[in-house]
């Protein structure tokens, strides 16, 4: 069983950055792809970004390539997502998915285990 737990929403201007932390508790954490998904006002949830269980390979949804960054250190059982210049249509609850393998996905269905989510809102 895979438990994981987002921090580091928040209410932010736009052009602002926030840092996301997902920590998981397992010891194979190192054998888990893993992404981060969104879900907006009356939205269905939708892809944000992805990285293999390595770290090596990384993907990206076109409406945050360039500002978001994915990243983990299975050292210490974390993913990570910077948002960089960040826009009022990136408001949404923030969850973070595993999913067991190398190699990640984009469909929500293809994960595992998901986190309670973390609220991030960008004021214009």
């Known amino acids: 069983q895979v438990q994981l737990v987002e921090s580091g929403g928040g209410l932010v201007q736009a052009g602002g950055s926030l840092r996301l932390v997902c920590a998981a508790s397992v010891r194979t954490f190192g054998t888990y792809a893993l992404g981060w998904f969104r879900q907006g006002p009356g939205k269905e949830r939708e892809f944000v970004a992805a990285i293999s269980r390595g770290g090596s390979s990384t993907s990206y949804a076109d409406s945050v390539k360039g500002r978001f960054t994915i990243s983990r250190d299975n050292a210490k059982n974390t993913l990570y997502l910077q948002m960089n210049s960040l826009k009022p249509e990136d408001t949404a609850v923030y969850y973070c998915?595993?999913?067991?393998?190398?190699?990640?996905?984009?469909?929500?269905?293809?994960?595992?285990?998901w986190g309670q989510g973390t609220q991030v809102t960008v004021s214009s």
């Open positions: 998915a595993a999913r067991k393998g190398p190699i990640f996905a984009v469909n929500t269905d293809q994960y595992d285990y």
